[in-house]
């Protein structure tokens, strides 16, 4: 089977802060990659704008050093790279400013589709919405894309949502959160929902619990000043962790639809309990052979900031009712893991002897590494010896799957961007679902502050602190492993 690309149509992409590390990192490599899959159609035209004095031939030499810095050799042909750097344009800007305004209005063309990624401070939001209005660049129907932080609790995640709503309509806000591109995170709702198998069982009576975990084995050395002031809870939970839960708690919408899905999303925030203190272990990591500890690495030798948080959350509606959601998240953890485990109970009678053992189903949808699936079912072992029962996996790893296809598979940022320019915004946050999380969140935070909660160390290169094991032990359960 060949991959169907289908191109999206023609468009003028601007990109404010051009020039920095997420637009060299991932916006322009992705959109490179677009461009060899044959998606990015003939007359695309993608605009640096940044506050540095470049001129187009130094924004293309800048972007050709972090195609070959970022995209592997064997993935860039040098004729793509140069067909690709033509369709890359650069205008001078400052935000706060007004040089570079006519030329950028000079620049978009009529009758294409015109898109503005916000890849600056989002402090800058404001100006940059205001400028574009005051030089009639934006009409009824551009789009906006914005990046995480998205706010740092809800009055600030207010006046972010009031800011742009001055001059853009909720349907032309792109808030992006690059968990949601996932293959997998997709297709955890192409598997709930494209199938009869599991929705039946999805719900408090077969499920005994759910793990969701996102580890790193990085510190936080390089933007350890930005991290003190943000934490585990809101660089991860009150985003990419909330997202992963409500995908999978939520209820099946009417249709795949952006509205739809969001509004079902939303439900599952807003049915949220809070937490109570002894649900939430909040962790920070110590030094080792050399490395330095979080302290270290935030230059704050009194931080209380938590690099790792773990917390039980219970949903209060009749779907979930008694089924908990094991959350966790760190730094300096053992290894790179990111995944949802669905833990299902145990058949309700057993016919076999207890020798023969007793097991339960798992599913696991892996976000990284290998992205793919995998579903832990109960065989007899092979061999003499009578019944004994075993666990096996049926797995699918969507690299080798896909592969014997002949697919295609687009990182997150590619889809993303591609998805703003088809205007579909099914896998984009609204205005409302992140007001609710931080809802949700700030009187959590308010409470370990009141309390003068100070986190548990952790040794790096483990599963967090030993507090975090005990939230599950004490409800009989186990984290899986975090596999060296
Ligand atoms: P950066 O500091 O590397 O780059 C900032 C860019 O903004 C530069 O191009 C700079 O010229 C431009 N800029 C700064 N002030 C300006 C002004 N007054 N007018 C016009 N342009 C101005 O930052 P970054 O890491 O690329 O991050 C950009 C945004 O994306 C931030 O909001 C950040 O929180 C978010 N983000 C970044 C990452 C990442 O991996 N880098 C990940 C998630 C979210």
Redesign the pocket.
């Known amino acids: 089977m060949v991959s169907r690309v289908i191109p999206v149509d023609p468009f003028d992409l601007v990109i404010?802060?051009?020039?920095?590390?997420?637009?060299?990192?991932?916006i322009l490599p992705g959109l490179f990659r677009r461009f060899t899959a044959g998606q990015m159609p003939g007359d695309a035209r993608v605009i640096g704008?940044?506050?540095?004095e470049l001129d187009d031939d130094g924004f293309r030499k800048m972007i050709s050093d972090a195609i070959s810095e970022f995209i592997p050799k064997d993935e860039r042909d040098p004729k793509d790279v140069k067909a690709f750097l033509e369709h890359l344009h650069y205008v001078a800007?400052?935000?706060?400013?007004t040089d570079g305004w006519n030329a950028l209005g000079k620049l978009m063309r009529k009758d294409v589709v015109h898109a503005f990624y916000?890849?600056?401070?989002?402090n800058?939001f404001g100006?940059?919405a205001e400028r574009l209005h005051e030089h009639k660049i934006i009409g009824a129907d551009c789009r906006i894309v914005v990046?995480?932080?998205f706010g740092r609790d809800l009055a600030s995640a207010r006046s972010l949502n009031d800011t742009l709503a001055k001059h853009f309509n909720e349907d032309q806000i792109y808030r992006?959160d690059?968990y949601l591109g996932k293959e997998t995170v997709q297709n955890l709702m192409a598997v709930r929902f494209g199938n009869i198998l599991f929705e039946p069982l999805w719900n408090a009576q077969y499920i005994d619990h759910v793990q969701i975990t996102v580890a790193e084995t990085v510190g936080v050395g390089g933007r350890g000043e930005?991290y003190d002031k943000s934490g585990a809870m809101r660089d991860m939970v009150q985003n990419h962790l909330m997202q992963l839960l409500c995908l999978t708690a939520m209820e099946p919408p009417a249709k795949f639809d952006p509205d739809a899905v969001r509004d079902e999303k939303l439900k599952v925030i807003r049915a949220l309990d809070p937490v109570p203190h002894d649900d939430i272990v909040r962790g920070q990591y110590g030094g080792a052979d050399g490395q330095p500890s979080y302290k270290e690495d935030a230059e704050n030798s009194s931080s209380t900031t938590e690099s790792f948080i773990a917390m039980k959350i219970h949903i209060a509606n009749w779907r979930w009712n008694g089924t908990p959601f094991y959350l966790r998240t760190g730094k300096r953890m053992r290894n790179q893991v990111s995944e949802i485990a669905v833990r299902f109970k145990e058949p309700p009678h057993s016919i076999f002897d207890e020798d023969a053992g007793t097991n339960a189903n798992e599913l696991t949808i892996r976000l990284q590494p290998n992205e793919g699936m995998d579903l832990r079912v109960t065989i007899k072992e092979p061999g003499p010896g009578g019944m004994r029962l075993i666990e096996v996996p049926l797995d699918m790893t969507f690299a080798d799957a896909l592969e014997q296809n002949g697919s295609d598979v687009p990182d997150a940022y590619e889809r993303l961007i591609m998805d703003v320019i088809r205007g579909n915004q099914t896998l984009f946050m609204r205005g409302d679902e992140v007001e609710a999380a931080w809802a949700w969140t700030d009187p959590l935070i308010e409470s370990w502050k009141e309390r003068g909660d100070k986190p548990k160390p952790y040794d790096p290169g483990t599963a967090g602190p030993e507090d975090a094991l005990m939230l599950l032990h004490r409800d009989g359960r186990r984290w899986r492993e975090i596999k060296p």
């Open positions: 404010f802060g051009g020039t920095g590390d997420l637009a060299r990192r991932k704008a940044a506050r540095s800007i400052d935000a706060r400013g916000f890849s600056v401070s989002p800058l100006d940059l990046e995480k932080p992006i690059h930005y």
